[in-house]
């Protein structure tokens, strides 16, 4: 897909690989972007960044929410029509390891990693059947091992991968394409939320012991895959400092 004059919407759009992406697809040409996140203020700095060449609009919207991100797509399919989504909002576990993790917390994590991508996938398909789209999911790649120390969240990613796989069929039934990528260790906010409200000791010693990509290289492998129209859906990428591969067909 050509990204000039297309509208995309993109959640956990405050801050991280949200907020680069968006930064990304306005230098790409895109005509509108619907920036999604609980945190306005950082909604609104983001649209500052991505200049004055294109159009925002932010929606303070908690992805966890299903009611709320359904309107908040239905706004944004109104205002410009959609032709890109990028189901990035996540959380990690925080301070309360597994399984020590109060119910509370589960069904916040699988609400925001999991349903709110199964859903956002959804009303995106829902808004796209009659022009076509690109949906991007991320994942992780925590998702294709058993090393990662908070097992939610590699749970909640590997099932992002494996719905995403199976949306390969939208292509031809709908005309939408939806793919994933795959993000290593990256430098983003989320990093100092793994102990609650401060970087977690498990989490420092893995930025002291590897390389953490910046939000912006993440960003790239985003819009590789929104243009590569060579692949026809349920692809995704892995995105690491060391390698960028295709994991699935």
Known sequence: MDI?????????AASG?????????????????HLVDLNDEGCRETARLCGANVGTTVHPCNVADLGALEAVFAAAAEETGLDIVFNNAGMVTGADMFPDTPNARIELIV???????????NFAVKHMADRGGVV?????????????????????????????QGCGKL?????????????GLVDTPIVDTTGGDTRADWMQKILDDNVAMPPAA?????VALIED???AGGHSIVADEAQVEAVSG
Do not use: W
């Open 4 to 12: 000039s004059g297309k509208a995309a919407l993109v959640t956990g």
């Open 17 to 33: 690989i949200g907020r680069a992406t968006c930064e990304a697809l306005a230098a790409k040409g895109a005509s509108h972007i």
């Open 111 to 121: 609400a925001v990693n999991i349903s709110a991508v199964f859903a956002g996938t």
């Open 136 to 164: 991007v999911n991320t994942g992780s790649t925590s998702s294709l091992h058993d090393r990662f120390i908070d097992i939610l969240y590699s749970a909640t990613k590997a099932a992002v991968l494996q719905f995403t």
């Open 171 to 183: 292509m031809e039934s709908h005309g939408v394409r939806v793919c994933a990528i795959l993000p």
């Open 218 to 222: 993440l960003a790239a492998g985003v």
């Open 229 to 231: 129209d060579s692949n």
